[in-house]
């Protein structure tokens, strides 16, 4: 696919982004079971919820007004 590599790099910058801004906590009462593929994952995935960081809300805020 010609985009492949955008969409990769694209992909990161994403992630990036919101690991910045966001902490990401585990959804309570979840239950993590182990399956075993090349390697070790969570059988029923991961659920988390994001909560807006707020140092890195603060900083953006600044950035943003001292570009106006």
Request: include cysteine; proline fraction near 6%; hydrophobic fraction near 45%.
């Amino acid at each position: 696919c010609i985009g492949q590599q955008f969409a990769l790099m694209e992909a990161v910058l994403i992630l990036a982004t919101v690991v910045q801004r966001y902490e990401l906590a585990l959804v309570p009462d979840q239950v993590i079971e182990p399956k075993a593929l090349l390697t070790i994952r969570p059988k029923n995935g991961l659920r988390v919820m994001p909560a807006l960081r707020e140092k890195n809300e603060q900083e953006f805020a600044k950035k943003t007004r001292s570009q106006l």
